[in-house]
Every structure is written in structure tokens, then in C-alpha cells.
């Protein structure tokens, strides 16, 4: 029987539609698509907006113990059994010092050592590593700055840029510093107005090519815009209980900015809260409340994590030695005694007691060259 062989553009029109965790497992074929998978920049931006355009980019969370990476897919029907798990291999060693900033486009960035700056793909390993960047004095506050401030990381199209935030000595001067990745330069500027506010929120949400952090106990949250570079403020829900209930947690759904609210008089649940268009106070709608616990349950401590684009949410609760993650998925409405809707909650995955969670992140084949 003659062997039929694709042409090679229908070849790569079949592979683009493929998700990242098979890819990588084909990219073992032949030496063409390895270097197509693997080495192939073009194909690797081109499967990122196909996916990106098609919604189906699959998003994992980071989870770091003292000496391991690990990540956790958050979408798996598995969620909760070791099937859901990847073990990863970093380029930098937390246990000596290194910290996680933030992920755009499946790149995740980690600031280091002797001043050194790490962009790394852990969905297929391929990692660059910056050194004398050019930080003029600041690296000392940006290291002091990362333990007790906020910072996120980012990625400007109109330049094919990918720009580190970190506000600096927020408390005192208020002062910003930046990291241009095309520059490989770090530069400084004047911080928000409200220097004085502590932010709920370390690790800004990227959206609009804007990083959004939640002070505490205001009624708007700060974006940075990373085109202009320039900070503004953004709406957020107007509620009669924000005084005793700030905004507990920032995510994206659908493209959307959502906050979660977590009432210290129901400990059982959490509102949530979509802004349906960008900027627009009146847009903000209560979708629903998250019913957690019923009695007898009474977690230690209880906070928002991370909300996936499909409407999953991530919620961790303290035991006395571990902790929990619980994913509730937006799938059946119940009304409670004041006729909101409310999901129960679902699928569980326990942790260590000293595992942290790091940053969530989409799967992609996108690395920076150079």
C-alpha cells in the first residue's frame, strides 16, 4: 500500500487547532515538527490568536512548595486527583530567593538573584534569563518592593513589548518602577495619587493592556495603563456593605473584569460581581452569590484565588496543618431565603500547609528570543 503524505500546509493547519499538551507529545514525530513546535515563532503566534480567538487556551495555576513547581489545571474534569498535577522544571530556585511576578500570553515572569530577571514558558520549558538590566540603584527598593507592594506583568502590542511593574515604596514616595523586556532597561516615574492606600491585591489583573490593582475600603481600583504609562482609576460596585466588606479579589471572565466580595456576616459565601463594560460604573451586575459552607463546616480562613475565564472560581480554605483548594462551577441556580442566586460548591484538591500559590497562566508555545 503507498504511503500518502499531507502537504505540509495542511499539516500546519491540523496542528494549529491542536491543544499545547498534545503538541508538545507530537513535537517527538519528526525533527520538522519539533523545530515547527518548538523553534517556530510564527507558528507559535499564530496557534496563541487562533487559540486566543476560539476561547480555547487552557488556563493552570502555579503552585510552589519550598523546593518544587508544580501546576494544577483548572479546567480538567480530573480537578482534585493527580492526574490534574504537572510537576515543572524552573530556570530559577525559589528556596533562594527568586519570586513570581505575574504571566502574560503562558509567559511567566520571576524576579532573582543578583539582580536578575526571568521570563519562562512552563508549558514547554524554554526560559530567558536578563542580567544587568540597567536598574540605575533601584534593585534594592524593587526587591524590598516585591515582599510588601504590588507589581504585575504585562504585554503592549502596539510595540511587541512586555513590560514588569513594580510600585515601589508605595506608602512613603509613591514611586513606580518599570522593566521594558524589547529596552532591557528599568526606568522609574511618580506612583498613583493615593499613595497612602494599602492594595488588597499584590499581583495586578491584566486586561486591556492595563494591569488593575483593589485598594483597601475605596470605591474604584487603580490601572495602569503599560501603553502610556500612566495610572487611572476604575469604578467599582457601589454596595451599602463596602465599608465592613471591601472587594476581596479581582479576575477576568469572558473578557470582563469581575470582583468577589466576601461577607464577614455570611461566612458562607461570596458575591459576585461583573463589569460588563470597561470603565462604566453603571455596567457592574451581581451575577450570583457562591454558597461555600454550610454548617457544621467552619473553615479557619477563607479567600478568593483565582477566577477562570469560564466561569470557574477558585477558593482556598485553611485546616489546622493544610489547606484546600475548592473550584465551584457555575452550573445549576438555586434561590436562598432573599431570592438570589447562589452555586453551591464543588470539586476539592488539599494542599500542604506550606505550599503557596503563585499566579495562574494560559498554555501556550510563545517564548521571547534573544
Given at each position: 500500500?503507498?504511503?500518502t503524505?499531507?502537504?505540509?500546509?495542511?499539516?500546519?493547519?491540523?496542528?494549529?487547532?491542536?491543544?499545547?499538551?498534545?503538541?508538545?507529545?507530537?513535537?517527538?514525530?519528526?525533527?520538522?515538527?519539533?523545530?515547527?513546535?518548538?523553534?517556530?515563532?510564527?507558528?507559535a503566534?499564530?496557534?496563541?490568536?487562533?487559540?486566543?480567538?476560539?476561547?480555547?487556551?487552557?488556563?493552570?495555576?502555579?503552585?510552589?512548595?519550598?523546593?518544587?513547581?508544580?501546576?494544577?489545571?483548572?479546567?480538567?474534569?480530573?480537578?482534585?486527583?493527580?492526574?490534574s498535577?504537572?510537576?515543572?522544571?524552573?530556570?530559577?530556585?525559589?528556596e533562594?530567593?527568586?519570586?513570581?511576578?505575574g504571566?502574560?500570553?503562558?509567559?511567566?515572569?520571576?524576579?532573582?538573584?543578583?539582580?536578575?530577571?526571568?521570563?519562562?514558558?512552563?508549558?514547554?520549558?524554554?526560559?530567558?534569563?536578563?542580567?544587568?538590566?540597567?536598574?540605575?540603584?533601584?534593585?534594592?527598593?524593587?526587591?524590598?518592593?516585591?515582599?510588601?507592594d504590588?507589581y504585575?506583568?504585562?504585554?503592549?502590542?502596539?510595540?511587541?513589548?512586555?513590560?514588569?511593574?513594580?510600585?515601589?515604596?508605595l506608602?512613603?514616595?509613591?514611586?513606580?518602577?518599570?522593566?521594558?523586556?524589547?529596552?532591557?532597561?528599568?526606568?522609574?516615574?511618580?506612583?498613583?495619587d493615593d499613595?497612602?492606600?494599602?492594595?488588597?491585591n499584590?499581583?495586578?489583573?491584566?486586561?486591556?493592556?492595563a494591569?488593575?490593582?483593589?485598594?483597601?475600603?475605596?470605591?474604584?481600583?487603580?490601572?495602569?495603563?503599560?501603553?502610556?504609562?500612566?495610572?487611572?482609576?476604575?469604578?467599582?460596585?457601589?454596595?451599602?456593605?463596602?465599608?465592613?466588606?471591601?472587594?476581596q479579589c479581582l479576575?477576568?471572565?469572558?473578557?470582563?473584569?469581575?470582583?468577589?466580595?466576601?461577607?464577614p456576616?455570611?461566612?458562607d459565601?461570596?458575591?459576585?460581581?461583573?463589569?460588563?463594560?470597561?470603565?462604566?460604573?453603571e455596567?457592574?451586575?451581581?451575577?450570583?452569590?457562591?454558597?461555600?459552607?454550610?454548617?457544621?463546616?467552619?473553615?479557619?480562613?477563607?479567600?478568593?484565588?483565582?477566577?477562570?475565564?469560564?466561569?470557574?472560581?477558585?477558593v482556598?480554605?485553611?485546616w489546622?496543618r493544610?489547606?484546600?483548594?475548592?473550584?465551584?462551577?457555575?452550573?445549576?441556580?438555586?434561590?436562598?431565603?432573599?431570592?438570589?442566586?447562589?452555586v453551591v460548591w464543588?470539586?476539592?484538591?488539599?494542599?500542604?500547609?506550606?505550599?503557596?500559590?503563585?499566579?495562574?497562566y494560559d498554555?501556550?508555545?510563545?517564548?521571547?528570543?534573544?
Amino acid at each position: 500500500m503507498a504511503i500518502t503524505t499531507l502537504p505540509d500546509d495542511i499539516i500546519v493547519h491540523i496542528l494549529l487547532r491542536l491543544p499545547v499538551k498534545s503538541l508538545i507529545r507530537f513535537s517527538c514525530v519528526s525533527k520538522r515538527w519539533h523545530s515547527l513546535v518548538i523553534s517556530d515563532l510564527e507558528f507559535a503566534q499564530s496557534h496563541f490568536k487562533l487559540a486566543s480567538k476560539q476561547k480555547t487556551l487552557n488556563r493552570r495555576l502555579l503552585l510552589s512548595t519550598d523546593s518544587q513547581l508544580e501546576s494544577l489545571d483548572l479546567e480538567a474534569p480530573s480537578f482534585g486527583d493527580n492526574s490534574s498535577v504537572r510537576k515543572l522544571v524552573s530556570p530559577f530556585k525559589l528556596e533562594d530567593g527568586a519570586k513570581i511576578l505575574g504571566s502574560c500570553n503562558g509567559l511567566v515572569c520571576a524576579i532573582g538573584v543578583h539582580e536578575k530577571l526571568y521570563i519562562w514558558n512552563p508549558s514547554t520549558g524554554l526560559s530567558k534569563t536578563l542580567s544587568n538590566t540597567g536598574s540605575f540603584g533601584l534593585w534594592p527598593r524593587i526587591k524590598m518592593s516585591i515582599l510588601h507592594d504590588c507589581y504585575g506583568f504585562g504585554y503592549v502590542s502596539a510595540i511587541d513589548d512586555y513590560k514588569l511593574v513594580v510600585v515601589t515604596d508605595l506608602i512613603f514616595k509613591g514611586e513606580v518602577a518599570i522593566f521594558s523586556l524589547r529596552a532591557n532597561v528599568w526606568k522609574r516615574m511618580k506612583g498613583p495619587d493615593d499613595q497612602s492606600i494599602a492594595m488588597q491585591n499584590d499581583n495586578g489583573t491584566l486586561l486591556n493592556e492595563a494591569l488593575h490593582w483593589l485598594p483597601n475600603h475605596q470605591l474604584y481600583m487603580f490601572a495602569f495603563d503599560l501603553a502610556k504609562e500612566e495610572f487611572r482609576k476604575v469604578p467599582l460596585p457601589v454596595t451599602c456593605e463596602l465599608d465592613d466588606m471591601p472587594f476581596q479579589c479581582l479576575g477576568l471572565l469572558e473578557g470582563c473584569l469581575c470582583a468577589l466580595q466576601h461577607k464577614p456576616c455570611d461566612c458562607d459565601s461570596i458575591d459576585f460581581w461583573v463589569m460588563t463594560e470597561y470603565g462604566v460604573l453603571e455596567s457592574w451586575t451581581k451575577l450570583f452569590k457562591f454558597k461555600i459552607f454550610g454548617p457544621p463546616e467552619r473553615p479557619r480562613s477563607l479567600s478568593t484565588v483565582f477566577v477562570s475565564e469560564s466561569g470557574s472560581v477558585v477558593v482556598r480554605k485553611y485546616w489546622s496543618r493544610d489547606m484546600e483548594l475548592i473550584r465551584i462551577e457555575k452550573k445549576e441556580d438555586k434561590l436562598d431565603d432573599k431570592n438570589e442566586k447562589v452555586v453551591v460548591w464543588g470539586d476539592r484538591y488539599t494542599l500542604k500547609w506550606c505550599c503557596e500559590i503563585n499566579v495562574g497562566y494560559d498554555e501556550t508555545l510563545l517564548w521571547v528570543g534573544g
